[in-house]
Structures are given as structure tokens and as C-alpha cells.
């Protein structure tokens, strides 16, 4: 199977080593295993993998992950724009509400 990779080298996902417990709620919530563990504390595997959903940083209760949205949903726009309706992820433009909003396709699944 091919990596998923949404923008090469621009994914904001941080990791502080010094606050991670180990707890790995991070690699429970991470749709595409960006994280893993190794020797008791999360380290980034595939930061290009990262979708910048947003679901290890609200879940890690150390605060040690941080991320900002937005290139998943780049992403989507992109493909979108250039007609591939069979990517991994599929989001349309929400233009009757917001027009800089990315939203999930009804038929697919979205990463927004």
C-alpha cells in the first residue's frame, strides 16, 4: 500500500520530548500512524503522514503534541481543484457559509 503523504516537509506537527508520559493516547487517536513509541515516549515516525487533524494534540494529556489545522484540509482543496475525486482525501469547499472553510464530501471521507 502507498504512504499517504498530504504537503512533502510543511506539516507543523511538534513534539516535546520532556513533557511526553508515554501514556500513547496519541497513537490510539493518529488516523495514520504519523507517532510511535519508543522507549516509553511518543516520537514523530511520519510527520508527512500528519493530516494536522488536530486528534493527538486535544487528547495528549501532557500538552506534549501541539499542531495547527489547515494542511489536510489544503490538501483537499488541492485535489479537489485538480479532479481527483478518488484521493484519501476528498473535502470540497464549503462556499455557501465560508468559502476559506473545507469541508467533508457527503460521499466520501473527508479529513477537515
Do not use: F, W
Not at 493516547?25 to 487533524?53: F, K, Q
Amino acid at each position: 500500500m502507498n504512504q499517504l503523504i498530504y504537503l512533502k516537509d510543511v506539516a507543523t506537527l511538534k513534539l516535546d520530548e520532556k513533557k511526553c508520559v508515554g501514556c500513547g493516547i496519541c497513537l490510539v487517536v493518529c488516523p495514520h500512524g504519523v507517532l510511535s513509541l519508543t522507549n516509553g515516549a511518543a516520537e514523530i515516525v511520519n510527520r508527512d503522514a500528519c493530516m494536522e487533524c488536530g486528534a493527538c494534540s486535544r487528547n495528549c494529556p501532557a500538552e506534549a503534541l501541539s499542531v495547527q489545522s489547515g494542511v489536510g484540509c489544503a490538501a483537499a482543496v488541492i485535489n479537489v481543484m485538480l479532479g481527483r475525486t478518488n484521493s484519501p482525501c476528498c473535502g470540497t469547499i464549503d462556499s455557501a457559509s465560508n468559502p476559506s472553510i473545507c469541508s467533508p464530501d457527503a460521499n466520501r471521507t473527508g479529513c477537515c
